[in-house]
């Protein structure tokens, strides 16, 4: 389907020669090497949809950066399959570059020793993109990400969050539908972060694109996601909407209610319990698995009381997905 991602099974395994200590192991490795095999990543499957843009989540070598490798086509599957924008990447690498965009946080597609505006104009040419709509992209480009202020300075000497931007506008200036994002904020500051998930949402909400992100900045994917998978281990062990894995594993919420009367009888509400009460102030928490999200129980304290005031204590996303991450350790155990 054009503009999304398909992902069946797939796996890859890397074999390394392991290196013995001292000369006589060094010569030992040379003559009989010993072989190892690390699984970078173990059968995982998932869809993004076209106009979807879906978090890929993980610790440090969960396999994140691997998985986007095989999707743009740098790298071959071990085992499995995937289709971005109805093309097997690896297979049909040059036809899978005209589909896709890619920022990498580490590197740059730009020339370092030109200025930024004549990269674009290269890319123009590589991608066969007509003047006008080049010149139409970077227009659009420009009004959000404000490239126009520096795009005459040489690649060497911006600053990061400038790069990254002009990295962001050369991954899009042909057009792709199906965009890969590898920790593209790294480092940044919050104006030019902020600036960066603007444009993102634009290319996202106003032009259908298909984003693959890669990120450990929590709050990042709390303004731009609506779904997450996370890796851990090569493995897939969640995919699910924000409110499924807060439901599920952000279970640290407090209701914190003032009732008219402090006298009013207080008790337990459908999966909620009553931590603790003084006077007029009352506590209620979550009671179990079935306890419900935070904004409904909210919704069940201000309906059963009168109150005169009530205040919401919740879990933030980096402490959800902490729990997440315990939890897929403690199953692959």
Same mark, same amino acid.
């Given at each position: 389907?054009?503009?999304?991602?398909?992902? $069946?099974?797939? &796996?890859?395994?890397?074999?390394?020669?392991?290196?013995?200590?001292?000369?006589?192991?060094?010569?030992? &490795?040379?003559?009989?090497?010993?072989? %190892?095999?690390?699984?970078?990543?173990?059968?995982?499957?998932?869809?993004?949809?076209?106009?979807?843009?879906?978090?890929?989540?993980?610790?440090?070598?969960?396999?994140?950066?691997?998985?986007?490798?095989?999707? *743009?086509?740098?790298?071959?599957?071990?085992?499995?399959?995937?289709?971005?924008?109805?093309?097997?990447?690896? $297979?049909?690498?040059?036809?899978?570059?005209?589909?896709?965009?890619? @920022?990498?946080?580490?590197?740059?597609?730009?020339?370092?020793?030109?200025?930024?505006?004549?990269? #674009?104009?290269?890319?123009?040419?590589?991608?066969?993109?007509?003047?006008?709509?080049?010149?139409?992209?970077?227009?659009?480009?420009?009004?959000?990400?404000?490239?126009?202020?520096?795009?005459?300075?040489?690649?060497?000497?911006? &600053?990061?969050?400038?790069?990254?931007?002009?990295?962001? %506008?050369?991954?899009?200036?042909?057009?792709?539908?199906?965009?890969?994002? +590898?920790?593209?904020?790294?480092?940044?500051?919050?104006?030019?972060?902020?600036?960066?998930?603007? #444009?993102?949402?634009?290319?996202?909400?106003?032009?259908?694109?298909?984003?693959?992100?890669?990120?450990?900045?929590?709050?990042?994917?709390?303004?731009?996601?609506?779904?997450?998978?996370?890796?851990?281990?090569?493995?897939?062990?969640? +995919?699910?909407?924000?409110?499924?894995?807060?439901?599920?594993?952000?279970?640290?919420?407090?209701?914190?209610? *003032?009732?008219?009367?402090?006298?009013?009888?207080?008790?337990?509400?459908?999966?909620?319990?009553?931590?603790?009460?003084?006077?007029?102030?009352? @506590?209620?928490?979550?009671?179990?698995? %079935?306890?419900?999200?935070?904004? *409904?129980?909210?919704?069940?304290?201000?309906?059963?009381?009168?109150?005169?005031?009530?205040?919401?204590?919740?879990?933030?996303?980096?402490?959800?997905? $902490?729990?997440?991450?315990?939890?897929?350790?403690?199953?692959?155990?």
């Amino acid at each position: 389907m054009i503009g999304s991602i398909e992902v $069946r099974g797939l &796996s890859r395994t890397f074999h390394t020669t392991v290196r013995r200590p001292g000369f006589t192991g060094a010569l030992r &490795s040379l003559v009989n090497p010993e072989r %190892a095999v690390k699984h970078a990543v173990s059968d995982i499957t998932f869809d993004v949809s076209q106009g979807e843009l879906l978090a890929l989540l993980g610790p440090n070598g969960a396999g994140k950066s691997t998985t986007i490798k095989m999707l *743009t086509g740098i790298l071959t599957p071990t085992s499995g399959e995937a289709r971005v924008a109805g093309v097997v990447p690896y $297979r049909e690498r040059e036809r899978n570059a005209r589909n896709i965009g890619a @920022v990498f946080g580490q590197r740059t597609q730009l020339w370092w020793d030109l200025p930024v505006r004549e990269s #674009f104009a290269i890319l123009r040419d590589i991608y066969e993109v007509p003047r006008a709509e080049h010149a139409a992209r970077l227009r659009e480009f420009d009004d959000i990400l404000e490239l126009s202020t520096f795009w005459d300075t040489r690649v060497r000497h911006l &600053s990061l969050g400038q790069r990254v931007r002009c990295d962001l %506008a050369a991954a899009l200036l042909h057009d792709p539908m199906v965009v890969f994002l +590898d920790e593209p904020t790294i480092g940044m500051d919050v104006v030019v972060k902020e600036q960066v998930r603007e #444009f993102l949402r634009h290319q996202v909400e106003e032009r259908g694109r298909t984003v693959l992100l890669t990120t450990h900045d929590m709050t990042e994917v709390e303004r731009l996601a609506e779904r997450v998978v996370l890796i851990n281990h090569g493995r897939l062990v969640l +995919d699910g909407t924000l409110d499924e894995i807060r439901r599920r594993f952000g279970s640290t919420w407090q209701v914190r209610a *003032t009732l008219a009367d402090p006298h009013t009888p207080v008790g337990p509400l459908p999966g909620i319990v009553l931590v603790r009460r003084d006077g007029p102030q009352v @506590v209620f928490g979550p009671d179990g698995p %079935a306890a419900p999200t935070v904004h *409904t129980a909210l919704k069940l304290v201000i309906e059963r009381y009168e109150v005169t005031g009530v205040a919401v204590d919740e879990a933030d996303l980096e402490d959800v997905m $902490r729990a997440a991450y315990v939890h897929a350790n403690a199953e692959a155990v």
